[in-house]
């Protein structure tokens, strides 16, 4: 190997190590009150959950101004698809709705709370949220037109599907 080329190979890798050693210097760091902001996850017991409340009767009113475009009247149909409704799951390809797939009550807050509206995620309070859950599942006849939804409530609604799913690792539940 020439000198210049050897000399060359030294230099890229002296600058390549130093840059590797200084760090990128991209971004910011963070505080704890910019974590906490992100930090909302929603354990399936409950835990996480946030205070406030809500009913179908407000839950409508939510739904009707947020999700009605995306999901259909009342929640059956839409261009995103329905959230009422519980076609049986015989087959792969199924349609998977709120009522005969999900799992665990507090994952559709947690779904709602971080993803919807589709145009505006993370823009609705708690209680509309839990109003909106509350709309969804009197629909669905999983609870009662008057029943109120909170982090005392929600966690005990019994979804249809719970316990047919196989659950990789139930000691983490």
């Not at 760090?23 to 354990?43: F, Q, R």
């Not at 995103?80 to 349609?95: C, K, M, N, Y």
């Not at 609870?143 to 799913?165: H, Q, S, Y």
Request: hydrophobic share 45%.
């Amino acid at each position: 190997m020439s000198t210049h080329k050897l000399t060359g190979a030294l230099l890229i890798f002296a600058v390549n190590f130093g840059c590797l050693a200084a760090g990128p210097n991209l971004g910011k760091p963070i505080d704890t009150a910019e974590i906490a902001a992100w930090d909302i996850s929603i354990l399936p017991d409950g835990q996480g959950l946030p205070a406030g409340n809500g009913t179908a009767a407000q839950g409508k009113t939510v739904y009707a101004e947020q999700c009605a475009a995306c999901h259909g009247d009342n929640g059956r149909g839409g261009i995103l698809g329905s959230v009422v409704g519980a076609p049986p799951i015989d087959r792969i390809e199924a349609t998977k709705t709120i009522a005969n797939f999900w799992g665990y009550p507090t994952t559709v807050f947690d779904f709602i709370r971080r993803a919807m509206p589709a145009t505006q995620p993370r823009t609705l309070s708690a209680d509309q949220v839990y109003a909106l859950v509350a709309y969804i599942f009197a629909e669905n006849k999983l609870i009662g037109e008057a029943d109120v939804m909170n982090a005392e409530t929600l966690p005990k609604v019994k979804m249809p599907n719970r316990d047919n799913f196989i659950i990789r690792f139930p000691d983490r539940i």
